[in-house]
């Protein structure tokens, strides 16, 4: 990859010169220190999402699956690892969920595995999502944002340089899409007020897509503290700030919750990806996709049939696999042409959602940047559940434990279409370094002394970086305007206009060199 060097802020140059962030270590020093131009950026200040700024899903509704007691740890958390080993022991019966289902399944046929995953997740009253503990140490996994400070900080200096390359835009919304603990948001907002010298004037707000009231409420214990107000606050009855949030009815309402971070900086909930406001936005999805509902479908000498989920005849209180007997709508629809997988698993929902990313980065301006755990068409069968760190019969007591499947990137940029440019994927071993990972771990073991701090600073690099844990296994996807990736307009004939320069390469998908 040819080495190419981003020229930005002397402000953001200075980034990186900062001691650890705080949970993390010693206190965060003082003014940033160093990043593009000379190399991407560092960590921040002190408290949750900063002194300056401040899973979408029934199973996740409860927010008891992450973090070590819980189903999952993603990288956030892991400031520790997911652990892929023997199947966890058997989860403490949920008879509601399974009721539920058999009592379905029963009474109109096997559901596929995509209706499957969705009751499981999101179902409001026994989904995993509404336990809201599955994340970090005593939750169900952990991720990048919880393992180290940094993985979130060269994402908020990603940020910050689009934003730039897009040429300042007045306002700047930055958009999570199930954002977990809240870990991420916090560790971007605490780079965005530490480059408020770069920002300027700039109006920045924080909009969070999450369909999980226990999560909302961790998240916003996290961002805003006691400022956060939803619909579990005890005055129910003062309708949110904002036009949208404005009326009688809780459905007109499309911001559930909003507060303010400790810097002033607006923090609102939506349920939907087209509720957040209308403008320049740049959108995260860290570990978002790959728990969004799949369709299974199996190749036989009779053509594709999609695998469902049925009551096993000879357990009743037992799921199990099972082969449509005739083509689904889905099977008939959803398989691409001349695909020669035996088996290939299509998740029509994110397919969804990457088009409604890029058409509002074709209409508004921004970009979007999805991290995931995945695959660029060649896998095959990946659904799997997650408890307790440990991998889980997904059939197995529902509702119990995390279901995923990684996610098929060749899918996501063809759904995205022509429209927007598409970066990647690449893994996040390529894309951290590219951003400065290692300058940036070097800094910080400089001003840290305190031997346990540096120990968990590098084992939080490790994990994040090495091929064989979290370094090959996590991919970026990077949707832009196409404008930003335009050659520059050559003249015609003799014209003594300035020369328009080309476009700034893009960081993370870009080898950096330093200055």
Same mark, same amino acid.
């Given at each position: 990859?040819?080495?190419?060097?981003?020229?930005?802020?002397?402000?953001?140059?200075?980034?990186?010169?900062?001691?650890?962030?705080?949970?993390?270590?010693?206190?965060?020093?003082?003014?940033?220190?160093?990043?593009?131009?000379?190399?991407?950026?560092? #960590?921040?200040?002190?408290?949750?999402?900063?002194?300056?700024?401040?899973?979408?899903?029934?199973?996740?509704?409860?927010?008891?699956?992450?973090?070590?007691?819980?189903?999952?740890?993603?990288?956030?958390?892991?400031?520790?690892?997911?652990?892929?080993?023997?199947?966890?022991?058997?989860?403490?019966?949920?008879?509601?969920?399974?009721?539920?289902?058999?009592?379905?399944?029963?009474?109109? @046929?096997?559901?596929?595995?995509?209706?499957?995953?969705?009751?499981?997740?999101?179902?409001?009253?026994? @989904?995993?999502?509404?336990?809201?503990?599955?994340?970090?140490?005593?939750?169900?996994?952990?991720?990048?944002?919880?393992?180290?400070?940094?993985?979130?900080?060269?994402?908020?200096?990603?940020?910050?340089?689009?934003?730039?390359?897009?040429?300042?835009?007045?306002?700047?919304?930055?958009?999570?899409?199930?954002?977990?603990?809240?870990?991420?948001?916090?560790?971007?907002?605490?780079?965005?007020?530490?480059? !408020?010298?770069?920002?300027?004037?700039?109006?920045?707000?924080?909009?969070?897509?999450?369909?999980?009231?226990?999560?909302?409420?961790?998240?916003?214990?996290?961002?805003?503290?006691?400022?956060? !107000?939803?619909?579990?606050?005890?005055?129910?009855?003062?309708?949110?700030?904002?036009?949208?949030?404005?009326?009688?009815?809780?459905?007109?309402?499309?911001?559930?919750?909003?507060?303010?971070?400790?810097?002033?900086?607006?923090?609102?909930?939506?349920?939907?990806?087209?509720?957040?406001?209308?403008?320049?936005?740049?959108?995260?999805?860290?570990?978002?996709?790959?728990?969004?509902?799949?369709?299974?479908?199996? !190749?036989?000498?009779?053509?594709?049939?999609?695998?469902?989920?049925?009551?096993?005849?000879?357990?009743?209180?037992?799921?199990?696999?099972?082969?449509?007997?005739?083509?689904?709508?889905?099977?008939?629809?959803?398989?691409?042409?001349?695909?020669?997988?035996?088996?290939?698993?299509?998740?029509?929902?994110?397919?969804?959602?990457?088009?409604?990313?890029?058409?509002?980065?074709?209409?508004?301006?921004?970009?979007?940047?999805? =991290?995931?755990?995945?695959?660029?068409?060649?896998?095959?069968?990946?659904?799997?559940?997650?408890?307790?760190?440990?991998?889980?019969? #997904?059939?197995? =007591?529902?509702?119990?434990?995390?279901?995923?499947?990684?996610?098929?990137?060749?899918?996501?940029?063809?759904?995205?279409?022509?429209?927007?440019? =598409?970066?990647?994927?690449?893994?996040?071993?390529?894309?951290?370094?590219?951003?400065?990972?290692?300058?940036?771990?070097?800094?910080?073991? !400089?001003?840290? *002394?305190?031997?346990?701090?540096?120990?968990?600073?590098?084992?939080?690099?490790?994990?994040?970086?090495?091929?064989?844990?979290?370094?090959?296994?996590?991919?970026?996807?990077?949707?832009?305007?196409? *404008?930003?990736?335009?050659?520059?307009?050559?003249?015609? @004939?003799?014209?003594?206009?300035?020369?328009?320069?080309?476009?700034?390469?893009?960081?993370?998908?870009?080898?950096?060199?330093?200055?």
């Amino acid at each position: 990859m040819t080495s190419r060097r981003i020229l930005t802020s002397g402000s953001i140059r200075a980034w990186f010169g900062v001691r650890p962030a705080a949970g993390s270590g010693p206190a965060a020093g003082s003014g940033p220190a160093a990043a593009f131009g000379s190399g991407p950026a560092a #960590a921040f200040g002190s408290g949750p999402a900063a002194g300056g700024f401040g899973r979408q899903k029934g199973y996740y509704v409860r927010g008891s699956m992450l973090g070590p007691d819980g189903d999952f740890i993603t990288s956030p958390e892991i400031r520790q690892t997911r652990t892929f080993c023997r199947p966890a022991e058997p989860a403490p019966p949920r008879p509601s969920m399974l009721r539920h289902l058999t009592s379905k399944i029963l009474s109109t @046929g096997p559901v596929s595995v995509a209706e499957y995953m969705r009751e499981v997740l999101t179902n409001p009253v026994a @989904g995993y999502y509404v336990r809201g503990s599955m994340l970090g140490p005593d939750g169900d996994f952990i991720t990048s944002p919880e393992i180290s400070q940094m993985f979130g900080e060269l994402v908020g200096v990603w940020v910050v340089s689009e934003w730039l390359a897009s040429g300042r835009p007045e306002r700047l919304q930055l958009v999570e899409l199930g954002p977990g603990t809240g870990s991420l948001s916090a560790d971007i907002l605490r780079v965005l007020g530490e480059l !408020r010298s770069v920002l300027g004037d700039a109006s920045v707000s924080l909009h969070l897509v999450e369909v999980s009231p226990a999560l909302s409420r961790l998240q916003a214990q996290r961002l805003t503290g006691p400022l956060s !107000r939803g619909p579990d606050a005890e005055d129910t009855a003062q309708t949110l700030k904002g036009p949208s949030s404005q009326g009688p009815d809780a459905e007109d309402a499309l911001v559930y919750r909003q507060g303010e971070t400790a810097g002033g900086l607006t923090v609102s909930w939506y349920r939907h990806i087209d509720d957040v406001p209308t403008g320049f936005s740049i959108f995260v999805a860290h570990e978002f996709f790959d728990a969004l509902p799949i369709h299974k479908f199996q !190749r036989t000498p009779r053509g594709w049939r999609e695998v469902m989920v049925d009551v096993d005849p000879q357990t009743p209180d037992q799921l199990r696999f099972v082969l449509a007997p005739a083509p689904t709508l889905a099977s008939s629809t959803l398989i691409q042409e001349g695909e020669g997988r035996s088996h290939v698993e299509v998740c029509a929902e994110g397919g969804v959602i990457v088009q409604q990313l890029a058409r509002r980065i074709i209409e508004d301006g921004g970009a979007a940047l999805i =991290c995931d755990y995945g695959h660029d068409g060649s896998k095959t069968d990946t659904f799997r559940g997650f408890r307790g760190h440990r991998l889980h019969d #997904a059939l197995s =007591c529902p509702g119990s434990a995390d279901l995923t499947a990684d996610v098929d990137f060749s899918y996501l940029r063809r759904m995205a279409g022509g429209g927007v440019a =598409c970066l990647g994927p690449i893994s996040q071993r390529t894309f951290l370094k590219n951003m400065g990972v290692d300058t940036r771990l070097q800094v910080l073991l !400089r001003s840290c *002394s305190d031997p346990p701090t540096r120990k968990q600073l590098i084992g939080g690099y490790d994990m994040l970086t090495h091929p064989d844990k979290m370094g090959e296994r996590f991919h970026f996807l990077g949707l832009l305007h196409p *404008s930003r990736l335009a050659p520059p307009r050559k003249s015609e @004939g003799l014209s003594l206009e300035k020369k328009h320069p080309a476009p700034p390469p893009v960081a993370g998908f870009t080898e950096l060199s330093f200055s």
